[in-house]
Protein backbone atom coordinates (compact mmCIF):
# COMPACT_ATOMS: atom_id res chain seq x y z
CA UNK A 1 0.00 0.00 0.00
CA UNK A 2 1.19 3.44 -0.82
CA UNK A 3 1.69 6.15 1.11
CA UNK A 4 0.30 10.01 0.23
CA UNK A 5 3.75 10.84 -0.11
CA UNK A 6 4.77 8.51 -3.13
CA UNK A 7 1.58 9.22 -4.66
CA UNK A 8 2.18 12.52 -4.42
CA UNK A 9 5.66 12.28 -6.05
CA UNK A 10 4.29 10.30 -9.19
CA UNK A 11 1.78 12.95 -9.33
CA UNK A 12 4.88 15.26 -9.61
CA UNK A 13 6.97 12.82 -11.88
CA UNK A 14 4.50 13.06 -14.19
CA UNK A 15 3.41 16.65 -14.17
CA UNK A 16 6.92 17.31 -14.69
CA UNK A 17 7.10 14.58 -17.59
CA UNK A 18 7.40 17.14 -21.10
CA UNK A 19 8.06 13.60 -22.97
CA UNK A 20 4.09 12.37 -22.01
CA UNK A 21 1.13 13.72 -24.36
CA UNK A 22 -1.55 15.67 -22.66
CA UNK A 23 -3.43 12.22 -22.99
CA UNK A 24 -1.16 10.07 -21.80
CA UNK A 25 -0.87 12.56 -18.71
CA UNK A 26 -4.37 12.31 -18.47
CA UNK A 27 -4.54 8.28 -18.51
CA UNK A 28 -1.31 8.32 -15.88
CA UNK A 29 -3.56 10.76 -13.39
CA UNK A 30 -6.76 8.38 -14.14
CA UNK A 31 -4.51 5.48 -13.05
CA UNK A 32 -3.26 7.86 -9.53
CA UNK A 33 -6.96 8.81 -8.85
CA UNK A 34 -8.42 5.24 -9.00
CA UNK A 35 -5.26 4.44 -6.69
CA UNK A 36 -6.33 6.66 -4.29
CA UNK A 37 -10.17 5.69 -4.54
CA UNK A 38 -9.07 2.38 -3.63
CA UNK A 39 -6.60 3.17 -1.13
CA UNK A 40 -8.35 5.15 1.24
CA UNK A 41 -11.96 4.51 -0.25
CA UNK A 42 -12.90 7.45 -1.53
CA UNK A 43 -16.50 7.50 -2.42
CA UNK A 44 -16.96 7.53 -6.63
CA UNK A 45 -18.86 10.95 -6.48
CA UNK A 46 -18.27 13.44 -4.43
CA UNK A 47 -20.99 14.10 -1.40
CA UNK A 48 -20.59 13.69 2.71
CA UNK A 49 -18.66 10.74 2.61
CA UNK A 50 -15.97 12.64 0.53
CA UNK A 51 -16.08 15.75 2.78
CA UNK A 52 -15.36 13.71 5.79
CA UNK A 53 -11.95 12.34 4.51
CA UNK A 54 -8.74 12.80 5.87
CA UNK A 55 -7.83 17.16 4.84
CA UNK A 56 -4.25 15.80 2.86
CA UNK A 57 -6.24 12.70 0.77
CA UNK A 58 -8.89 15.00 0.24
CA UNK A 59 -6.41 17.76 -1.52
CA UNK A 60 -4.31 15.71 -3.32
CA UNK A 61 -6.94 14.13 -5.08
CA UNK A 62 -8.53 17.11 -6.09
CA UNK A 63 -5.17 18.78 -7.68
CA UNK A 64 -4.83 15.47 -9.55
CA UNK A 65 -8.26 15.90 -10.82
CA UNK A 66 -7.83 19.40 -11.56
CA UNK A 67 -5.14 18.34 -13.73
CA UNK A 68 -6.54 16.58 -15.69
CA UNK A 69 -9.12 19.17 -17.07
Known amino acids: MEDLK ?3 NKFE ?22 ELEKVYNIPMIQNEEFDNLQE ?3 ELYLKISNERN
Request: glycine content about 0%; cysteine-free; hydrophobic content about 30%.
Open 6 to 8: EIN
Open 13 to 34: EIKNNNNLSANKKSIEYARLMT
Open 56 to 58: DVK
